[in-house]
């Protein structure tokens, strides 16, 4: 993979269909993103004691494993299992194919995210959830 194709990576959320819709058409996870990144906006004003650039950057690039992995909407155990797998080895593939320049950032973001050990983590998390059913 050239340079170019590694910074035009992330454009491919723009291409990746979620589960929820958006009027008459599956929303992108790019879309996603964005709203979710605009829900943060308003919600940390509320709560200043958490750390803005963390979460935006969390927010950023939690969902980057859905370019490999795509998006699912878990409905059982199995599936859960199933998509659990499909990331972690689309995590893998972006640690090697993202450009070095984000790689850190990327690896920081997903990780905080996963873990939900931080308030921002989990923050994140809220707001991940929030987005598919504030519209």
């Known amino acids: 993979m050239n340079l170019v194709e590694k910074i035009y990576l992330p454009y491919l959320l723009k291409k990746v269909n979620r589960a929820a819709s958006n009027g008459n058409r599956k929303e992108t996870t ?3 993103t ?17 750390n803005k650039e963390k979460v935006m950057q969390i927010i950023l690039y939690h969902d980057f494993v859905e370019i490999y992995a795509g998006d699912t909407f878990v409905k059982n155990e199995k599936q859960k299992i199933k ?10 593939k972006l640690l090697k194919n993202l450009p070095k320049e984000i790689v850190k950032d990327f ?4 990780e905080e995210y996963e873990s939900q050990k931080t308030i921002e983590g989990r923050f ?7 987005d598919p059913v504030s519209y």
């Open 107 to 110: 690896k920081w973001a997903w």
């Open 124 to 130: 994140a998390k809220a707001m991940d959830a929030l």
């Open 83 to 92: 998509q659990e797998k499909l990331e972690k080895k689309a995590y893998q």
């Open 34 to 50: 964005y709203s979710t990144l605009i829900l943060a906006e308003y919600f940390l004003k509320k709560h200043p004691h958490i």
């Open 30 to 32: 790019a879309e996603h």
